[in-house]
């Protein structure tokens, strides 16, 4: 029998994983994304704890999950195209973190991560942040792999970067709203 997370995904192929809150729980309820645009199944999925389940009610669809093997709190497993999965990270923290957006470079990937990194090297200079352990060196790091896979083509590539960014996002700064939904 198919697990639920098969079910609500119609058996599509996973294109990221992606931790959207820190916290230390486990998961016992699932959220769903709307249905997938490009086919059956629904377009993302999150686990979460109760008490992150209870703060996300604009979040849709929960159901129960219990699990024994269950997740950790905030992790999303992402069924969309990875042009889609690259504009979810930049509504939800590469923008409000950089400024830089999507349709001024008309969408071509390997343009708004050059100009993100840019930007978030302007940061780590004015920030003196030389702490060669600091979140964002780090991010800097994975913005560089990014950026270089999103210049050779390969956007899962650059979208599986991104992903570990956002997690390095998520305690960086004030900004970070979390009561967005993967979208």
Do not use: I
């Not at 809150?21 to 999150?46: H, I």
């Not at 939800?92 to 400024?99: D, I, N």
């Not at 990194?117 to 030389?130: F, M, T, Y």
């Amino acid at each position: 029998m198919p697990s639920l997370v098969q079910q609500l995904s119609a058996h599509r192929q996973l294109t990221a994983l992606r931790t959207v809150v820190q916290c230390k729980a486990k998961a016992t309820a699932l959220r769903q994304g709307p249905a997938a645009g490009d086919g059956p199944g629904t377009a993302w999925v999150a686990f979460l704890c109760p008490t992150h389940s209870e703060n996300l009610p604009a979040w849709p669809a929960t159901q129960t999950h219990v699990g024994q093997h269950s997740m950790p709190c905030g992790t999303v497993l992402d069924f969309r195209p990875t042009e889609q999965v690259l504009q979810s990270h930049a509504d939800l923290w590469l923008t409000p973190l950089t400024g830089v957006r999507p349709e001024t470079y008309g969408g071509v990937w390997s343009d708004v991560l050059d100009q993100a990194e840019r930007v978030l090297n302007e940061h780590l200079e004015q920030d003196g942040d030389a702490d060669e352990d600091g979140p964002l060196q780090s991010m800097m790091t994975m913005m560089w792999l990014a950026r270089r896979s999103a210049a050779e083509g390969d956007l899962m590539q650059a979208a599986s970067a991104l992903g570990y960014c956002e997690t390095l996002a998520e305690g960086m700064e004030p900004w970070r709203d979390t009561d967005l939904a993967p979208h």
